[in-house]
């Protein structure tokens, strides 16, 4: 079965400095990935998806970046913290139990800028 | 782009039946999936549907009409667990990108 790994599980970080987020994946190859924030209260938005290596796609303006290094590895990072950066992110991958497409989520990270 | 309105709060007795109804304008369609979120955790997968009608899992349906825009998913026999956010989201082919609503937050009262 595949598991999801996200560390830190939580974090918090003054306005300014940098951020590196991972998320590695088992169980699985060649996995599309995908990078959420939750606001408190709030609905997932989808900030970047790859389909493979190197390949990244951003979906919403905003001063984060991703990077996917390896097969099985998805980075979030920024260069400088805002304070609207705070949020619940989740790494997903296509689930392979699933029948539909679904989407498998990690344990997530909550970050807190300051 | 993709626009999906649900409620934000509900609140049922244990035992009871609550729906949750999610409608969505979409550019493109490829399904409409259900999750379930306790609070602090990450979602987990509940149903889908991609042809209209009704889909029954346990105490657990979802319905769709693609020609509405709508869907909603009926919890029955309220349990106390069943208390969390639900969140509606519509699949788009290209990357297999969910869309997500904002949640509907629902309550079981004893």
């Known amino acids: 079965s595949q598991t999801i790994h996200q560390w830190p599980a939580t974090l918090v970080q003054p306005v300014g400095s940098p951020l590196s987020l991972e998320c590695t994946v088992e169980?699985?190859?060649?996995?599309?990935l995908y990078w959420y924030r939750q606001a408190a209260g709030r609905g997932l938005q989808l900030l970047f998806y790859?389909?493979?290596?190197?390949?990244i796609s951003s979906e919403v303006p905003q001063n984060l970046s991703a990077s996917r290094p390896q097969d099985r590895q998805f980075i979030l990072s920024s260069k400088k913290l805002l304070l609207s950066d705070s949020g619940f992110y989740l790494c997903?991958?296509?689930?392979?139990?699933?029948?539909?497409?679904?989407?498998?989520f990690g344990p997530g990270t909550r970050l807190t800028v300051l | 782009g993709q626009n999906i309105d649900q409620p934000t709060e509900m609140t049922a007795t244990e035992g009871a039946i609550v729906q949750i109804n999610c409608t969505y304008q979409?550019?493109?369609?490829?399904?409409l999936f259900w999750y379930q979120q306790h609070a602090g955790e990450a979602p987990t997968f509940l149903s889908y549907?991609?042809?209209?009608g009704l889909e029954e899992k346990g105490r657990f349906s979802s319905f769709l009409s693609r020609s509405k825009g709508y869907s909603y998913l009926l919890l029955k026999e309220l349990q106390m667990k069943d208390s969390a956010s639900y969140l509606c989201?519509?699949?788009?082919?290209?990357?297999?990108?969910?869309?997500f609503g904002g949640g509907t937050r629902v309550l079981v009262k004893p």
């Open positions: 997903a991958c296509l689930s392979l139990a699933g029948s539909y497409n679904e989407q498998f």
């Open positions: 169980g699985t190859s060649n996995p599309n």
């Open positions: 790859s389909v493979g290596i190197g390949q």
């Open positions: 979409t550019s493109g369609f490829n399904g």
């Open positions: 549907n991609v042809l209209d």
């Open positions: 989201a519509v699949g788009e082919a290209a990357g297999n990108k969910l869309t």
